[in-house]
Protein backbone atom coordinates (compact mmCIF):
# COMPACT_ATOMS: atom_id res chain seq x y z
CA UNK A 1 0.00 0.00 0.00
CA UNK A 2 1.34 3.32 -1.02
CA UNK A 3 2.28 5.53 2.07
CA UNK A 4 3.48 8.80 -0.12
CA UNK A 5 0.64 11.36 0.08
CA UNK A 6 -0.11 13.40 -3.24
CA UNK A 7 1.01 16.81 -1.12
CA UNK A 8 4.33 14.52 -0.73
CA UNK A 9 4.60 14.22 -4.19
CA UNK A 10 4.21 18.15 -4.83
CA UNK A 11 6.91 18.65 -2.43
CA UNK A 12 9.37 16.01 -3.96
CA UNK A 13 9.40 17.34 -7.37
CA UNK A 14 9.28 20.92 -6.15
CA UNK A 15 12.92 19.79 -4.61
CA UNK A 16 14.33 18.48 -8.02
CA UNK A 17 13.05 21.09 -10.11
CA UNK A 18 14.12 24.03 -8.16
CA UNK A 19 17.46 22.81 -8.07
CA UNK A 20 17.38 24.04 -11.96
CA UNK A 21 14.93 26.68 -11.71
CA UNK A 22 15.03 29.34 -8.80
CA UNK A 23 12.49 30.79 -10.10
CA UNK A 24 10.16 28.68 -8.65
CA UNK A 25 8.97 29.73 -4.83
CA UNK A 26 7.18 27.80 -2.21
CA UNK A 27 4.20 30.12 -0.17
CA UNK A 28 2.47 28.89 2.88
CA UNK A 29 -0.12 30.22 5.38
CA UNK A 30 0.95 28.31 8.25
CA UNK A 31 0.55 24.98 6.31
CA UNK A 32 3.92 24.05 5.48
CA UNK A 33 3.55 20.85 7.66
CA UNK A 34 0.03 19.59 6.47
CA UNK A 35 1.23 20.63 2.82
CA UNK A 36 4.27 18.41 3.27
CA UNK A 37 6.24 21.56 2.09
CA UNK A 38 8.80 21.27 5.60
CA UNK A 39 11.43 19.18 3.79
CA UNK A 40 11.50 22.66 0.48
CA UNK A 41 11.32 25.17 3.24
CA UNK A 42 14.59 23.54 5.39
CA UNK A 43 15.85 22.70 1.89
CA UNK A 44 15.63 25.83 0.72
CA UNK A 45 14.55 29.00 2.78
CA UNK A 46 15.79 31.65 -0.28
CA UNK A 47 12.54 29.88 -2.39
CA UNK A 48 10.20 29.76 1.00
CA UNK A 49 7.82 32.57 2.04
CA UNK A 50 6.00 31.94 5.19
CA UNK A 51 2.69 34.17 5.43
CA UNK A 52 1.20 33.30 8.18
CA UNK A 53 -3.20 32.45 8.84
CA UNK A 54 -3.16 35.59 6.58
CA UNK A 55 -4.81 33.24 3.12
CA UNK A 56 -6.00 36.85 1.29
CA UNK A 57 -2.18 38.21 1.53
CA UNK A 58 -1.07 34.50 0.27
CA UNK A 59 -2.62 34.81 -2.67
CA UNK A 60 -1.98 37.93 -3.16
CA UNK A 61 1.57 38.20 -2.73
CA UNK A 62 1.97 35.25 -5.01
CA UNK A 63 0.08 36.85 -7.43
CA UNK A 64 2.92 39.75 -7.52
CA UNK A 65 5.89 37.70 -7.21
CA UNK A 66 4.55 36.03 -10.64
CA UNK A 67 4.86 39.62 -12.05
CA UNK A 68 8.05 39.51 -11.06
CA UNK A 69 9.13 36.48 -13.03
CA UNK A 70 8.54 33.96 -10.00
CA UNK A 71 6.84 30.76 -10.02
CA UNK A 72 4.88 30.64 -6.84
CA UNK A 73 3.00 27.31 -6.06
CA UNK A 74 0.78 28.62 -2.69
CA UNK A 75 -0.26 26.51 -0.49
CA UNK A 76 -3.39 26.20 1.78
CA UNK A 77 -6.16 24.29 3.26
CA UNK A 78 -8.54 23.67 0.54
CA UNK A 79 -11.63 24.44 2.27
CA UNK A 80 -9.73 27.82 3.23
CA UNK A 81 -8.13 29.38 -0.46
CA UNK A 82 -11.16 28.19 -2.46
CA UNK A 83 -13.15 30.59 -0.12
CA UNK A 84 -11.25 33.18 2.38
CA UNK A 85 -9.14 33.58 -0.78
CA UNK A 86 -11.61 33.51 -3.73
CA UNK A 87 -11.63 37.42 -4.47
CA UNK A 88 -7.98 37.49 -4.57
CA UNK A 89 -7.70 34.44 -6.61
CA UNK A 90 -10.54 35.61 -9.09
CA UNK A 91 -8.59 38.98 -9.58
CA UNK A 92 -5.22 38.88 -8.67
CA UNK A 93 -4.85 35.56 -10.04
CA UNK A 94 -7.19 34.74 -12.78
CA UNK A 95 -8.24 38.10 -14.28
CA UNK A 96 -4.63 39.47 -14.11
CA UNK A 97 -3.44 35.89 -15.51
CA UNK A 98 -0.65 35.68 -13.22
CA UNK A 99 1.70 32.30 -13.37
CA UNK A 100 0.53 30.79 -9.80
CA UNK A 101 -0.47 27.73 -8.36
CA UNK A 102 -2.87 27.28 -5.95
CA UNK A 103 -2.47 24.47 -4.05
CA UNK A 104 -5.38 23.52 -2.08
CA UNK A 105 -4.12 20.98 0.51
CA UNK A 106 -6.34 18.33 2.29
CA UNK A 107 -9.36 18.96 -0.05
CA UNK A 108 -13.01 17.43 0.24
CA UNK A 109 -13.38 15.67 3.78
CA UNK A 110 -10.09 14.91 4.47
CA UNK A 111 -9.95 16.78 7.60
CA UNK A 112 -12.99 14.44 8.66
CA UNK A 113 -13.67 15.41 12.31
CA UNK A 114 -12.83 18.66 11.82
CA UNK A 115 -16.30 19.19 9.94
CA UNK A 116 -17.81 21.50 7.35
CA UNK A 117 -15.49 24.07 8.77
CA UNK A 118 -13.00 22.29 6.93
CA UNK A 119 -14.55 20.81 4.36
CA UNK A 120 -13.72 21.53 0.44
CA UNK A 121 -16.96 20.28 -0.77
CA UNK A 122 -17.64 23.41 -3.45
CA UNK A 123 -14.03 23.94 -4.40
CA UNK A 124 -14.64 22.89 -8.20
CA UNK A 125 -17.53 23.79 -9.00
CA UNK A 126 -16.07 27.57 -6.96
CA UNK A 127 -12.67 27.52 -8.81
CA UNK A 128 -13.85 26.32 -12.17
CA UNK A 129 -16.67 29.48 -12.35
CA UNK A 130 -13.26 31.83 -12.56
CA UNK A 131 -12.22 32.57 -16.40
CA UNK A 132 -8.80 32.10 -16.89
CA UNK A 133 -8.74 29.50 -13.68
CA UNK A 134 -7.84 25.43 -14.57
CA UNK A 135 -9.02 23.06 -12.18
CA UNK A 136 -6.68 19.71 -11.76
CA UNK A 137 -7.25 16.89 -9.29
CA UNK A 138 -4.42 14.39 -9.29
CA UNK A 139 -5.53 10.51 -8.82
CA UNK A 140 -2.22 9.47 -7.41
CA UNK A 141 0.97 10.52 -6.69
CA UNK A 142 2.76 9.52 -10.12
CA UNK A 143 0.16 11.82 -11.90
CA UNK A 144 0.71 14.13 -9.38
CA UNK A 145 4.19 14.47 -10.50
CA UNK A 146 3.67 14.71 -13.77
CA UNK A 147 1.24 17.53 -13.31
CA UNK A 148 3.70 19.58 -11.24
CA UNK A 149 6.03 19.17 -13.61
CA UNK A 150 3.60 20.53 -16.80
CA UNK A 151 2.27 23.32 -14.92
CA UNK A 152 6.31 24.95 -14.43
CA UNK A 153 6.15 24.97 -17.84
CA UNK A 154 3.81 27.37 -18.76
CA UNK A 155 2.81 30.40 -17.30
CA UNK A 156 -1.11 30.29 -16.67
CA UNK A 157 -3.19 30.47 -13.54
CA UNK A 158 -4.07 27.02 -11.97
CA UNK A 159 -6.07 25.55 -9.04
CA UNK A 160 -4.60 21.62 -7.56
CA UNK A 161 -6.70 19.98 -5.23
CA UNK A 162 -5.39 16.71 -3.16
CA UNK A 163 -5.93 15.14 -0.58
CA UNK A 164 -4.47 14.85 3.51
CA UNK A 165 -4.03 11.14 2.79
CA UNK A 166 -2.10 8.40 0.92
CA UNK A 167 -4.29 7.37 -1.81
CA UNK A 168 -3.79 3.94 -3.63
CA UNK A 169 -0.97 3.61 -7.01
CA UNK A 170 -3.11 3.73 -10.35
CA UNK A 171 0.08 4.26 -12.22
CA UNK A 172 3.68 3.41 -11.70
CA UNK A 173 6.89 5.29 -12.29
CA UNK A 174 6.96 4.12 -15.21
CA UNK A 175 3.59 3.62 -16.77
CA UNK A 176 2.45 6.72 -16.18
CA UNK A 177 0.42 8.52 -19.34
CA UNK A 178 0.46 11.51 -19.18
CA UNK A 179 -1.16 14.47 -21.67
CA UNK A 180 -1.87 17.95 -20.36
CA UNK A 181 -5.59 18.31 -20.19
CA UNK A 182 -6.45 15.42 -22.10
CA UNK A 183 -8.28 12.16 -20.13
CA UNK A 184 -6.70 9.24 -19.36
CA UNK A 185 -8.30 5.99 -20.44
CA UNK A 186 -7.85 3.19 -17.93
CA UNK A 187 -10.51 1.06 -19.69
CA UNK A 188 -12.35 0.81 -22.72
CA UNK A 189 -15.76 -0.82 -22.29
CA UNK A 190 -19.49 -0.64 -24.43
CA UNK A 191 -22.19 -1.00 -21.45
CA UNK A 192 -21.08 2.63 -19.26
CA UNK A 193 -19.30 5.00 -18.78
CA UNK A 194 -17.61 5.56 -15.44
CA UNK A 195 -15.74 9.19 -15.07
CA UNK A 196 -14.15 10.35 -12.10
CA UNK A 197 -11.78 12.52 -10.61
CA UNK A 198 -8.94 12.85 -7.91
CA UNK A 199 -9.44 10.16 -5.03
CA UNK A 200 -12.59 8.86 -6.93
CA UNK A 201 -10.67 7.51 -9.80
CA UNK A 202 -9.28 4.25 -8.16
CA UNK A 203 -12.65 2.92 -6.31
CA UNK A 204 -14.21 3.79 -10.45
CA UNK A 205 -11.49 1.46 -11.86
CA UNK A 206 -12.14 -1.04 -8.91
CA UNK A 207 -15.67 -0.68 -9.59
CA UNK A 208 -14.86 -1.64 -13.43
CA UNK A 209 -13.36 -4.92 -12.17
CA UNK A 210 -16.66 -5.39 -10.14
CA UNK A 211 -18.49 -5.15 -12.87
CA UNK A 212 -17.03 -7.64 -15.48
CA UNK A 213 -17.48 -10.05 -13.45
CA UNK A 214 -21.05 -9.74 -14.06
CA UNK A 215 -20.46 -9.50 -17.91
CA UNK A 216 -21.05 -5.53 -18.09
CA UNK A 217 -17.98 -3.65 -19.77
CA UNK A 218 -17.51 -0.29 -18.49
CA UNK A 219 -14.89 2.66 -19.74
CA UNK A 220 -12.84 4.00 -17.41
CA UNK A 221 -11.53 7.80 -17.29
CA UNK A 222 -9.49 9.52 -15.17
CA UNK A 223 -10.30 13.33 -15.57
CA UNK A 224 -7.32 14.62 -13.79
CA UNK A 225 -8.57 17.90 -15.76
CA UNK A 226 -11.86 18.98 -14.30
CA UNK A 227 -11.34 22.90 -16.25
CA UNK A 228 -10.39 22.22 -19.10
CA UNK A 229 -12.41 19.57 -19.65
CA UNK A 230 -11.45 17.25 -21.96
CA UNK A 231 -15.00 17.31 -24.16
CA UNK A 232 -13.82 14.91 -26.71
CA UNK A 233 -13.07 11.98 -24.23
CA UNK A 234 -16.14 12.42 -22.73
CA UNK A 235 -18.08 12.16 -25.85
CA UNK A 236 -16.44 9.53 -27.18
CA UNK A 237 -17.13 7.68 -23.72
CA UNK A 238 -20.63 8.65 -23.77
CA UNK A 239 -21.59 7.46 -27.54
CA UNK A 240 -19.77 4.29 -26.62
CA UNK A 241 -22.27 3.42 -23.83
CA UNK A 242 -25.70 3.31 -22.61
CA UNK A 243 -25.43 4.87 -19.26
CA UNK A 244 -22.71 7.46 -17.58
CA UNK A 245 -21.51 7.70 -14.13
CA UNK A 246 -19.69 9.89 -12.58
CA UNK A 247 -18.01 10.14 -8.99
CA UNK A 248 -16.08 13.21 -7.04
CA UNK A 249 -15.26 14.20 -3.50
CA UNK A 250 -17.63 16.81 -3.82
CA UNK A 251 -21.31 18.48 -3.87
CA UNK A 252 -23.54 17.24 -6.03
CA UNK A 253 -23.98 20.92 -7.56
CA UNK A 254 -21.40 22.66 -10.12
CA UNK A 255 -18.60 20.08 -10.04
CA UNK A 256 -17.62 16.84 -12.84
CA UNK A 257 -20.76 15.56 -12.51
CA UNK A 258 -22.42 19.18 -13.93
CA UNK A 259 -19.97 19.14 -16.30
CA UNK A 260 -20.36 15.85 -17.77
CA UNK A 261 -24.13 16.01 -17.67
CA UNK A 262 -23.51 18.99 -19.61
CA UNK A 263 -21.70 17.75 -22.28
CA UNK A 264 -23.40 14.83 -22.74
CA UNK A 265 -26.92 16.24 -22.59
CA UNK A 266 -25.76 18.79 -25.83
CA UNK A 267 -23.80 16.08 -27.94
CA UNK A 268 -25.21 12.49 -27.53
CA UNK A 269 -27.85 12.38 -24.93
CA UNK A 270 -27.36 9.63 -21.88
CA UNK A 271 -28.63 8.81 -18.47
CA UNK A 272 -26.02 10.55 -16.41
CA UNK A 273 -25.89 9.42 -12.14
CA UNK A 274 -23.28 11.41 -10.41
CA UNK A 275 -21.87 9.73 -7.22
CA UNK A 276 -20.63 12.89 -4.52
CA UNK A 277 -21.51 14.04 -1.59
CA UNK A 278 -24.92 15.18 -0.41
CA UNK A 279 -26.27 18.95 0.07
CA UNK A 280 -25.78 18.62 3.72
CA UNK A 281 -22.79 18.78 6.10
CA UNK A 282 -21.42 15.74 5.84
CA UNK A 283 -21.56 13.13 8.77
CA UNK A 284 -18.15 13.09 10.99
CA UNK A 285 -15.60 10.20 10.14
CA UNK A 286 -12.44 9.74 8.26
CA UNK A 287 -12.08 9.58 4.66
CA UNK A 288 -12.90 5.93 4.45
CA UNK A 289 -15.75 6.18 6.93
CA UNK A 290 -17.19 8.64 5.10
CA UNK A 291 -17.13 7.05 1.81
CA UNK A 292 -18.06 4.20 2.90
CA UNK A 293 -21.54 6.05 4.49
CA UNK A 294 -22.43 7.61 1.45
CA UNK A 295 -21.71 4.59 -1.63
CA UNK A 296 -18.61 6.34 -3.04
CA UNK A 297 -16.81 3.10 -3.31
CA UNK A 298 -16.24 0.52 -5.75
CA UNK A 299 -19.43 -1.18 -4.75
CA UNK A 300 -21.21 1.70 -4.04
CA UNK A 301 -20.36 2.52 -7.62
CA UNK A 302 -20.92 -0.60 -9.24
CA UNK A 303 -24.57 -0.41 -7.82
CA UNK A 304 -24.92 2.96 -9.09
CA UNK A 305 -23.58 1.54 -12.97
CA UNK A 306 -26.43 -1.63 -12.53
CA UNK A 307 -28.90 0.99 -12.02
CA UNK A 308 -27.62 3.30 -14.79
CA UNK A 309 -27.96 0.56 -17.84
CA UNK A 310 -31.16 -1.24 -16.31
Known amino acids: MNKIPNRQAICETLMEEVKNDRNIVALCSDSRGSASMTPFFNA ?6 EVGIAEQNLVSISAGLAKCGKKPFCFSPASFVST ?16 VTLVGISGGISYGALGMSHH ?3 DIAAMSAIPNMRVYLPSDRFQTKHLVKALLQDEKPAYIRVGRNPVEDIYTEDNCPFEMDKATVLREGTDVALIACGEMVKPCYDAAKILEEEGIS ?27 VTAEEHAPFGGLGSMVAQVVGA ?42 IK
Do not use: H, W
Open 120 to 122: SAQ
Open 267 to 308: NCPRKVINVALPDAPVITGTSKEVYDYYGMTAEGIAAKAREA
Open 84 to 99: RSYEQAKVDVAYSNTN
Open 218 to 244: ATVLDMYCVKPLDTEAVIKAAQNAKAV
Open 44 to 49: FPENSI
